[in-house]
């Protein structure tokens, strides 16, 4: 078969996808949003270690930028770790995003906090950043960013009352012989999830649904999630608002469904040297479509009713 004839055969099973849930005669769902997606970059002029090769991020970054510029997208986002360490290293993978059409969005990962301490309070405004969670509206329906390390051992200076706080929690979690016990990982605490409940019950009252945008998963539940994954985890099922959890931080990616909620873990773009991993995302009425590109599968979701 030729290629373009593939082409034409694949895009016409996904548009057939698409087509919207109601019966006959009904007229389409309202367009949703549209976006790009990309997980852990993790820049750093340093050689390759294992599978992460992290001086190739910034060309396939550059790609991704490139492939999303070919779409009318209403923003793209990056779940986390644009860097793996080095303040410098800022400059080199976020040198592709000038040439983006579509404005970027960035989660904040632990490894974005691997530079001198004294720069530690400078990383979310060198990322665009002006707060550390936040939530925006697009063709209805509501994005929140949470802040999954800000009970964190990395992204509070040495000797401040955050990082001793972070550094009990994480003794405790030790303790208790929890999965992510690990400094690596962080948790949202608890003044920020009472705030995300918030959000989630004004949507759920608007009949609104959300997405949120972290760096830590809550599921599968292995040793990357966040240190309160089940609290985190408890409103994300009550709400009935919430139908997806995008983040990064486990390269290997993941996906997990749970009371008809979409958890998805988006694969690490500095994985291997040479396979790309990013992905389109579209929401159209109660389906949402992942179109993946490289390591990144595409899935096709049903998403519940709030």
Known sequence: MRPGRRRFLKNAVLAAGLAPFAGG?????????????????????????????YRASVGKLTEAVADFNRRDLDFCVNLGDAIDRD????DAILAPLANARAPWRHVLGN???????????????????ASRRSTFDVAGVRFVILDSGAVSTYAHPP???????????????KAAKSPQAFDWNGG???EQLRWFDRLAAEAQDADRPVVVLAHHPLLPSRAHVAWDAPAALEIVLRRRSVVAWFCGHDHAGAYAERDGVHFITFQGMVETPDQNAYAFVSIHGRRMLIEGRGREPTRDLRLRAG
């Open 25 to 53: 005669g009904r007229a389409a769902p309202r367009p949703g949003p549209a976006f790009g997606v990309v997980a852990d970059p993790q820049y750093a002029d340093i050689p390759d270690r294992g599978r992460r090769s």
């Open 87 to 90: 303040w410098g290293s800022f």
């Open 111 to 129: 490894h974005d906090f691997g530079v001198d301490p004294s720069r530690l309070a400078q990383v979310p405004a060198r990322l665009g950043i």
């Open 159 to 173: 000797g401040s009352s955050a990082r001793a706080a972070a550094a009990a929690e994480l003794a405790r979690l």
């Open 188 to 190: 949202f605490g608890e």
